[in-house]
């Protein structure tokens, strides 16, 4: 046998060597493959980290052919750069919401009334007057100054109007009596024209002396059973008129002033 054909056998066997191996390794590459049950090139091996982290790294190889010369083919094993493959993060966990505190059950629960309750409540209020009550004496004189003009009607004539100044006048009048405690009508009328009621025109005045434990009437009837009272009080001349009164300095009678205009 010749050299030249030793050469050529040589190289054939050491081709079909090559083709052996190759074939080899990329069955071994697929049984990998197929065991990791992860998809593979016909020229990559790709053995998965199975470590715990964020990231999964994949260390990939292939195999290529180096050549020196025409005759030496030799192969070598090319380790390629780590690759990185990025997971998706953990999503972020969401804090558990706590549940709503319950209201505590024995807490006395508030009730409104409804509109028309309301309204029905506020309508049975009593509202309280603001106005100032009138005293005692104050009561006693506006009585008695209704009560005249009963006992005017029923004698066929017309009321007298009570004028405020007219009501001063016979105010001041009983106080006078009381200071000098005894009855008179000093001035009385004198002041009712000039100074409290300058258009009086004519006039004329009663006074009386009598217990606190009088009522309006029996005021009146000491004036109706004097007949120059009677005639004063009972005159169709006098349109207006006032009254007032003071006690005296023990508190146990009234000095009574009633004054009249026409």
Known sequence: MSKRTTVIIAAVT?????????YGLRWLAN?????NQSTLSSSTISPTNTASSHHTQTAKFTITTKHSNKNDLTFVAKPLIPTTTPTAPDKPTQPMKSAPARKNPTAPATTTQPPQAAKAAKATTPKVSTKPQPSPEDSLLDRMFTTVNKERHARGLSNVERV?????SSTNQSSYNASIDKLSHDGGLDRLNKTYYPNCGVSGEIIELVPVSYNEQQNINVWIDSPPHNKIMFSKNYSKAGIGLTKNKKNDMYYIVMQFCS
């Open 164 to 168: 405020a100044q007219i009501n001063s």
């Open 14 to 22: 050491l081709i079909s060597a090559s083709v052996g191996t190759v």
């Open 31 to 35: 049984s990998r493959a197929f065991a």
